[in-house]
Structures are given as structure tokens and as C-alpha cells.
């Protein structure tokens, strides 16, 4: 893989960088544009941590990003964080440092550069001791406020580094003993949001390179890329045989895509019902926690399947149309994780109504009962049905509706006769009418 940096110009962090990538398909150039201009009216470095927080609100999900939160202290207040990302699991406390004033030389810039990400480090450090002592609110990019225990995610920190004349091959290496740390330039943010298009998948990239050896500032595309192109060559991993017994296709795709993820129509399918999920009401027994492990688990999708997934369910919403009046035509896909704890099934069908919710209730308890069966693993199982029902007021293309299950759901012996009538007539997972 080759590289070419033109000549930094202008405070808009690093400039675009132009890689040439040698694939298994060819040679194509890839052009990581600068930064996202920072926006007018506020100081630099606010203006900085809104420029993240834009990037990762707009390419990813802006119900993932949390705000900095105050924390009254008894020596005052305490500043969490610039800001935070939270998916499933995994919490990322991100730091945001912009460089004001003249240049001076590369071995000062080298210094501000080191002497901050180790600043940004230490604070990233405190507020994740400070959510594990205490929980906390934070405000998301939709506005919705979560409470936070630093107890139930893993956690990393990522620092942000904003400077317009980064020295070549400085490296910042920020990792703490128990929280190892990222070190960012601007442009490298910018580069993985815009990327991935999946604020799960960026996550999980940080977490997966946050104990590696650190790059050159600037140099995260390069290091992206090249483990692109090491999933491309890895074989695919390991099914239990418990899942392979369940038939269906075993499929594979790299963690990483060399090719950017695409905003075209059948991209934008998961972006769509990642949107119904985030601003439907909420329902009489769930909470904001609710909602964000929902979102969690739809963005968990390999962002190199979404495509297929995407053209998938617009080719079975037009096909549900096709039926006579008052008949009901019903397609569904569905992904098993090879641990055979996670299920994910997405189906459509004619139309939105009670029957319709009904029956697809008794799918996914149906289909998520016969996994545990299957496995034994009944407590550690959990999965998660989205339905699409087409509009045709013209308002919006299809409602989405979602139903979580985890552990033993404990259907009795005549729900499942009843059910496996219902849905087994066929033994294949592609219809049911």
C-alpha cells in the first residue's frame, strides 16, 4: 500500500491523504478527505469536540454519543468526559485537545502533542473510575438522558488530537495500566466514521487496535487497511455444532471492508430502522436503556453484510404486496451468531395489524425456544425480531416493529405444537403464507 500527503495548509487538521491499496480484486485509490471544518461562533477547542461529536452523530448513530456530564465532587466538580460512546457493552471515553496558537517547531509540536494525549489519557482514566464508584447522567445526541454505571461496560479511552500541522511520524502512545487508550488524529476519527457508517463497528475497531502498537498520528488509514486486508485472506471462523445442525448457509465477511460502506438505497435500509427504533415512543415498561441495547444489537450487523441484508428486505417488502385481499404473505431471514447465544431475525409481511403482531410474536418466541433447545444454552440466549409491514399513505416506506426474548421464555407443550404448526409446515425459513 503506498501513500501521499500533500502539503498542510489552513487550520482544518490534517489534509486529505490519497492511499493506493493493492486488493485481491485490483489496485484502487482511496481518498481520506481532511477533517470536518470546525464550526464558527464557538472557541477552537469547543468547536473541536463538536466537530467529533458531528462526525460520529451524522456516519454513526448521535444516540450512541453522550455529552460531557458534571459531577458534583467534594473538592467541587468534575468534567466526564468530552465526550462518550456507549454501545452494548463496550464504553469508549473520548478526550478532544486542539492546538491553539503559531507553530513552533516539530520537536514542540512533538512534545504539546505527547505532553496532551498523556493529560487526555489520565482524565479519560478518572472518569471511568468515577462511573465505576458512582453512576451517572448523561445527555445523548437525540437528547435523551441514560444513566451510566461504569460497572456494566468494558472501557477504553480515545484521545482526539486537533492540530493542522502534525510532524511527521509522531507517535503518541497514551495507554494507561487499566485502560488502554487510543491516540487520534481528527482526520483518523473522521476516517473510521465515515468508513464504517456504524458507530458498533467503529467501537469495536478501537477496541481491537487499543492494545496494539501505536501508529503515527495521522497514519490510521494506513493500519486500517492493512487489517482489512488481513480479515480478507483469514478464513472463516469456527460454528458451534449445536448452530450447524440448525441448517441454513454458513456466511462470512471481513470485520473490515476495503471498500468504503456505501450510502446508496439498500445501505440506508438499516440507517431507516435504526431511525424508527430511536424516535418511536417508548412503551409502557421500557426505558432509554431499553432503547439503546435494541439499537446495539441492529447496528451489531457486520457492516459488510448490510448491503445484501439492505437489497434483502426491499426485494421482500415489494414481494408481500403480491397477494390476493385479506391474505397475508409472510418472508424471513434470520442470523444466528456460531456461539449460538444471538439471534437475529428480520421478517415482512402484507400488512400491520394485531393478527399480524400476534403471529409474529409465536415466530420469534418459536424460532428463539428451538435455539436453546438446541444449544442447552437457554440463560446466555437472547433474540432480537424486527418485522417491516409496508405503508402505502405515502408518509413513510414501512412500520418497523421489534420484539426482544432472552433466557428460557417458558413455553408450554401445547404453545410449541401450536406454534411449530403454524410455522413449520415448511421446513425452510424463506416463506409462509
Not at 501513500?3 to 486488493?23: F, H, I
Not at 471544518?37 to 469536540?49: H, I, N, R, S
Not at 471515553?93 to 514542540?108: I, L, T
Not at 424471513?332 to 393478527?355: K, L, N, V
Amino acid at each position: 500500500m503506498e501513500q501521499a500527503r500533500p502539503a498542510a495548509a489552513g487550520n482544518d487538521d490534517l489534509p486529505e491523504l490519497t492511499l493506493v491499496v493493492e486488493t485481491a480484486l485490483g489496485v484502487f485509490v482511496r481518498s481520506v478527505p481532511a477533517a470536518l471544518p470546525l464550526p464558527e461562533g464557538v472557541d477552537q477547542g469547543t468547536g473541536a469536540e463538536m466537530a467529533a461529536h458531528r462526525a460520529a452523530a451524522t456516519w454513526g448513530l448521535p444516540d450512541f454519543v453522550c455529552h460531557s456530564a458534571i459531577k458534583r465532587v467534594s473538592s467541587g466538580q468534575r468534567e466526564l468526559g468530552d465526550r462518550m460512546l456507549l454501545t452494548g457493552s463496550r464504553g469508549v471515553v473520548v478526550q478532544v485537545k486542539s492546538r491553539e496558537g503559531a507553530y513552533k517547531d516539530d520537536a514542540s509540536e512533538r512534545n504539546w502533542l505527547r505532553n496532551r494525549g498523556a493529560k487526555a489519557a489520565r482524565q479519560a482514566k478518572g472518569t471511568v473510575r468515577s462511573l465505576r464508584s458512582a453512576p451517572a447522567e448523561f445527555e445523548n445526541g437525540r437528547g435523551q438522558t441514560l444513566t451510566v454505571d461504569g460497572n456494566d461496560y468494558q472501557w477504553i479511552g480515545v484521545v482526539v488530537l486537533d492540530h493542522d500541522r502534525i510532524p511527521d511520524d509522531t507517535v503518541v502512545d497514551c495507554a494507561l495500566p487499566g485502560l488502554p487508550c487510543v491516540a487520534l488524529a481528527r482526520r483518523d476519527w473522521d476516517f473510521l466514521f465515515d468508513q464504517l457508517r456504524s458507530t458498533t463497528a467503529v467501537v469495536n475497531y478501537l477496541f481491537r487496535v487499543a492494545n496494539m502498537d501505536s501508529v503515527a498520528l495521522g497514519d490510521e488509514p494506513v493500519r486500517y487497511y492493512d487489517l482489512a486486508a488481513a480479515d480478507a485472506d483469514a478464513p472463516p471462523g469456527e460454528i458451534s455444532p449445536e448452530v450447524a445442525e440448525l441448517g441454513g448457509i454458513h456466511f462470512s465477511v471481513p470485520l473490515l471492508p476495503q471498500a468504503p460502506v456505501g450510502s446508496d438505497r439498500a445501505h440506508r435500509v438499516m440507517r431507516l430502522i435504526l431511525e424508527d427504533i430511536a424516535i418511536s415512543p417508548l412503551g409502557q415498561h421500557m426505558s432509554e436503556a431499553n432503547r439503546l441495547l435494541l439499537l446495539s444489537e441492529v447496528d451489531e450487523l457486520p457492516v459488510g453484510a448490510r448491503a445484501e441484508w439492505g437489497q434483502l428486505l426491499l426485494d421482500m417488502l415489494r414481494e408481500v404486496r403480491q397477494v390476493p385481499p385479506s391474505h397475508c404473505k409472510w418472508r424471513w431471514r434470520r442470523s444466528i451468531a456460531p456461539s449460538g447465544t444471538r439471534q437475529m431475525i428480520f421478517g415482512c409481511a402484507t400488512r400491520f395489524g394485531p393478527d399480524i403482531q400476534a403471529a409474529f410474536q409465536s415466530y420469534v418466541l418459536l424460532r428463539h425456544h428451538e435455539l436453546h433447545q438446541q444449544t442447552g444454552l437457554a440463560d446466555q440466549t437472547a433474540t432480537l425480531g424486527v418485522l417491516l409491514t409496508p405503508r402505502t399513505d405515502g408518509t413513510r416506506p414501512w412500520d418497523t416493529t421489534l420484539l426482544r426474548t432472552e433466557g428460557d421464555n417458558q413455553l408450554t407443550p401445547e404453545e410449541v405444537k401450536q406454534y411449530s404448526a403454524l410455522w413449520n409446515r415448511q421446513r425452510t425459513d424463506a416463506a409462509g403464507t
